[in-house]
């Protein structure tokens, strides 16, 4: 249990609610903001994690190399700051006090008296500036141990002593990293609670102990959620314990298993939504789409993870620069971390000048903290906008295909006024434009076009909460029966050909709260009035709403149209720092929007409930048509 959940009763009972209520009803109000806010991770973590460049065979010279680049490129005055170690750095776990042990022959300063340390590493990292990263599993035994080809790196001994993984361990090995060793951040895969189930040949063979998984990638149903869950709650608990500043950086890696990438935002700093990357278009397609719809689920200390940047190899190596600057535009715009995955001691110059691109860093370290949302979805094509601290806006033009795509930003997307000027800067080059109402460019194969643009703004005296993700936490999403997303790219990672069925769609989460859109991606329409601006979102429903000084809430509400039920009744409730102040009758579908609407000013958080009594499956959706925050 975090320290935050510690607090939970008492702000409860300070927002005037009985903790019984609240337990009994999730609906309820709390008064606070539930998403993590331990550790320390405002803005999206940027860095370097051995993986991608060297799988298990990370050594001191490979990483101390890659961390030299980074500074003399100047990478690190522009934010790159975590130099992580992935699998592939312990040799065993000593038997007769369950110490972690290093391979001291890939970590030559970690030779020191007594038992081997990465204290040395570590204090040499941060006297260059950096923060130090680790790696670690749920499990007894670890992902290499699983899946890696060959042996190379991979923990060594008695089965005992080849369990490396957190599993009955966690305090000890949490101690061990941050107390002892003083690392900042720590990856927790999964592996450990997935692969290595009784009849798995690997443990048949006497080679592993069994775990029964907790986790099915392909199956909710068959994975234990509040298990999992329970086991990352222990880590928060060693996490607190050992780290008493609380500057730490915990990364989920379930890689959108067991529903994570609904209740990650809960539970860490940064939550893997898909399977692992791989330098293909493809595959990258399939990762950014595992995040791109999930604004919502992204905020100020937890952040949706799409996996480390790729950039270097493969699609995106020197010959391909479009794809390796669309793959770094929809990382920064999506707020994912930056996570450099290259062997940068030997990374070409053009790829150093991608990662260093400041405008585009800017867009990801932005304050306001909003990842961008989806302005234009269709046919391979998308425009995605992205609400900056001072009210400018990003966008970006993704063309996904291989044909060039002549495009038309409007003022629309942007959310600016059409009868005034808009000013662009291209960020990738320079180049500077202005529009009215609208623009032709054309968008090449693969590439995407990343502006910073400003104008006036449509709603001149706030901001919707569509426009402030970042500020909006879906604590309760109503979705009670998660289902696979089907507006996630197909492809398998690190392509093995066509034997067996493919990549069946296996992330869930469709029907999750969304900007701008119903939750399942259609536009928010109330008794036929459509709303370009709102919030979408299941009933049965519990949003947070920070508010950042501002004095009115209004929104219009109701049943959405493209409810399949119409007898469904719903409510809809306002609330500020835990007491009521706005609600409507019961609505179905078809019913006019009502205006619900408070003043807020003073207050510091919003929780804006919809319920739908007596419903036991997924509810109706219902929309917060125009919700905003004004002046
Ligand atoms: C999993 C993770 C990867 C990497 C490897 C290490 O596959 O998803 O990011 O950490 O394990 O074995």
Same mark, same amino acid.
């Given at each position: 249990?975090?320290?935050?959940?510690?607090?939970?009763?008492?702000?409860?009972?300070?927002?005037?609610?009985?903790?019984?209520?609240?337990?009994?009803?999730?609906? =309820?109000?709390?008064?606070r903001?539930?998403?993590?806010?331990?550790?320390?991770?405002?803005?999206?973590?940027?860095?370097?994690?051995?993986?991608?460049?060297?799988?298990?065979?990370?050594?001191?010279?490979?990483?101390?190399?890659?961390?030299?680049?980074?500074?003399d490129a100047g990478?690190?005055?522009?934010?790159?700051?975590?130099?992580?170690?992935?699998?592939?750095?312990? /040799?065993?776990?000593?038997?007769?006090?369950?110490?972690?042990?290093?391979?001291?022959?890939?970590?030559p300063s970690?030779?020191?008296?007594?038992?081997?340390?990465?204290?040395?590493?570590?204090?040499?990292?941060?006297?260059?500036?950096?923060?130090?990263?680790?790696?670690?599993?749920?499990?007894?035994?670890?992902?290499?141990?699983?899946y890696?080809?060959?042996?190379?790196?991979?923990?060594?001994?008695?089965?005992?002593?080849?369990?490396?993984?957190l599993?009955?361990?966690?305090?000890?090995?949490?101690?061990?990293?941050?107390?002892?060793?003083g690392?900042?951040a720590?990856?927790?895969d999964?592996?450990?609670?997935?692969?290595?189930?009784?009849?798995?040949?690997?443990?048949?063979?006497?080679?592993?102990?069994a775990?029964?998984?907790?986790?099915?990638q392909?199956?909710?149903?068959?994975?234990n959620?509040?298990?999992?869950?329970?086991?990352f709650?222990?880590?928060?608990?060693?996490?607190?314990?050992?780290?008493?500043?609380?500057?730490?950086?915990l990364?989920l890696?379930?890689w959108?298993?067991?529903?994570?990438?609904?209740w990650?935002?809960?539970?860490?700093?940064i939550?893997?939504?898909?399977?692992?990357?791989?330098?293909?278009?493809?595959?990258?397609?399939?990762?950014?789409?595992?995040?791109?719809?999930?604004?919502?689920?992204?905020?100020?200390?937890?952040?949706n993870?799409?996996?480390?940047?790729?950039?270097?190899?493969?699609?995106?190596?020197?010959?391909?620069?479009?794809e390796?600057?669309?793959?770094?535009?929809?990382? @920064?715009?999506?707020?994912?971390?930056?996570?450099?995955?290259?062997?940068?001691?030997?990374?070409?110059q053009?790829?150093?000048d991608?990662?260093?691109?400041?405008? /585009?860093?800017?867009?990801?370290?932005?304050?306001?903290?909003?990842?961008?949302?989806m302005?234009?979805?269709?046919?391979?094509?998308?425009?995605?906008?992205?609400?900056?601290?001072?009210?400018?806006?990003?966008?970006?033009?993704f063309n996904?295909?291989?044909?060039?795509?002549?495009?038309?930003l409007?003022?629309?997307?942007?959310?600016?006024?059409?009868?005034?000027?808009? =000013?662009?800067?291209?960020?990738?080059?320079?180049?500077?434009?202005?529009?009215?109402?609208?623009?032709?460019?054309?968008? @090449?194969?693969?590439?995407?076009?990343?502006?910073?643009?400003?104008?006036?703004?449509?709603? =001149?005296?706030?901001?919707?909460?569509?426009?402030?993700?970042?500020?909006?936490?879906?604590?309760?999403?109503?979705?009670?029966?998660?289902?696979?997303?089907?507006t996630?790219?197909?492809?398998?990672?690190?392509?093995?050909?066509?034997r067996?069925?493919?990549?069946?769609?296996?992330?869930?989460?469709?029907?999750?709260?969304?900007?701008?859109?119903?939750?399942?991606?259609?536009?928010?329409?109330?008794?036929?009035?459509?709303?370009?601006?709102?919030?979408?979102?299941?009933?049965?429903?519990?949003?947070?709403?920070?508010?950042?000084?501002?004095?009115?809430?209004?929104?219009?509400?109701?049943?959405?149209?493209?409810?399949?039920?119409?007898?469904?009744?719903?409510?809809?409730?306002?609330?500020?720092?835990?007491?009521?102040?706005?609600?409507?009758?019961?609505?179905?579908?078809?019913?006019?929007?009502?205006?619900?609407?408070?003043?807020?000013?003073?207050?510091k958080?919003?929780?804006?409930?919809?319920?739908a009594?007596?419903?036991?499956?997924?509810?109706?959706?219902?929309?917060w048509?125009?919700?905003?925050?004004?002046?």
């Amino acid at each position: 249990m975090t320290l935050h959940r510690f607090l939970l009763p008492l702000a409860a009972l300070c927002a005037g609610t009985s903790l019984s209520a609240q337990m009994a009803d999730p609906l =309820a109000p709390t008064g606070r903001w539930s998403a993590y806010q331990a550790g320390s991770a405002q803005l999206p973590p940027m860095g370097w994690n051995s993986w991608n460049a060297f799988f298990t065979h990370v050594d001191e010279e490979k990483l101390m190399g890659s961390a030299q680049r980074i500074r003399d490129a100047g990478l690190a005055r522009k934010g790159y700051r975590y130099i992580n170690i992935d699998d592939g750095w312990w /040799i065993r776990r000593r038997a007769s006090d369950g110490r972690l042990m290093i391979r001291t022959d890939k970590f030559p300063s970690a030779r020191v008296k007594g038992d081997p340390s990465f204290r040395p590493l570590t204090d040499r990292l941060h006297a260059m500036g950096f923060k130090a990263g680790i790696y670690s599993d749920l499990g007894r035994n670890i992902c290499s141990q699983a899946y890696a080809d060959g042996s190379e790196q991979l923990p060594e001994g008695s089965v005992a002593e080849r369990e490396v993984g957190l599993y009955g361990h966690a305090d000890q090995d949490i101690r061990l990293f941050f107390a002892d060793w003083g690392f900042d951040a720590i990856k927790v895969d999964g592996c450990g609670i997935r692969a290595y189930a009784p009849d798995a040949e690997r443990v048949r063979s006497g080679q592993y102990r069994a775990l029964a998984p907790l986790i099915d990638q392909h199956s909710i149903s068959r994975s234990n959620i509040p298990a999992v869950k329970a086991l990352f709650a222990e880590i928060n608990q060693s996490l607190a314990r050992h780290n008493p500043d609380g500057d730490y950086m915990l990364s989920l890696c379930i890689w959108g298993s067991a529903n994570v990438r609904s209740w990650g935002k809960d539970v860490g700093n940064i939550s893997r939504t898909s399977d692992d990357i791989s330098p293909d278009w493809g595959r990258m397609l399939t990762n950014y789409d595992s995040a791109a719809r999930r604004a919502l689920y992204a905020h100020p200390g937890s952040w949706n993870d799409p996996d480390m940047l790729f950039i270097g190899k493969g699609d995106f190596d020197a010959n391909h620069l479009i794809e390796a600057k669309s793959h770094f535009s929809l990382w @920064a715009m999506m707020n994912a971390p930056l996570l450099i995955g290259a062997d940068l001691r030997t990374t070409p110059q053009p790829l150093i000048d991608i990662f260093g691109n400041a405008d /585009i860093i800017a867009l990801n370290q932005d304050q306001a903290g909003n990842q961008a949302v989806m302005a234009f979805d269709a046919d391979g094509f998308q425009i995605l906008v992205k609400t900056l601290a001072k009210g400018e806006k990003a966008v970006a033009l993704f063309n996904r295909g291989l044909a060039p795509v002549d495009a038309i930003l409007t003022a629309d997307h942007l959310k600016f006024r059409a009868d005034r000027p808009i =000013a662009l800067a291209n960020l990738w080059t320079g180049e500077r434009s202005s529009f009215m109402r609208d623009m032709k460019l054309r968008v @090449a194969p693969r590439e995407t076009v990343v502006f910073r643009a400003r104008g006036d703004r449509t709603l =001149a005296d706030g901001l919707y909460l569509s426009e402030q993700p970042g500020m909006v936490n879906p604590a309760v999403d109503g979705v009670v029966q998660p289902e696979p997303d089907p507006t996630i790219y197909h492809s398998i990672p690190n392509w093995r050909g066509t034997r067996g069925i493919g990549e069946r769609p296996m992330y869930a989460g469709w029907g999750g709260a969304m900007a701008d859109f119903t939750p399942y991606n259609q536009p928010l329409v109330i008794a036929g009035k459509t709303y370009g601006s709102g919030i979408g979102i299941l009933a049965n429903s519990r949003l947070e709403v920070h508010n950042a000084g501002f004095a009115r809430f209004a929104a219009q509400v109701g049943v959405d149209d493209s409810a399949l039920d119409g007898d469904q009744a719903v409510r809809f409730f306002l609330y500020g720092d835990g007491r009521p102040l706005a609600s409507t009758p019961p609505m179905r579908r078809g019913a006019p929007a009502q205006a619900i609407a408070a003043d807020v000013k003073g207050i510091k958080l919003l929780e804006l409930v919809a319920r739908a009594d007596g419903v036991r499956g997924n509810a109706v959706p219902v929309s917060w048509g125009d919700a905003a925050l004004l002046r």
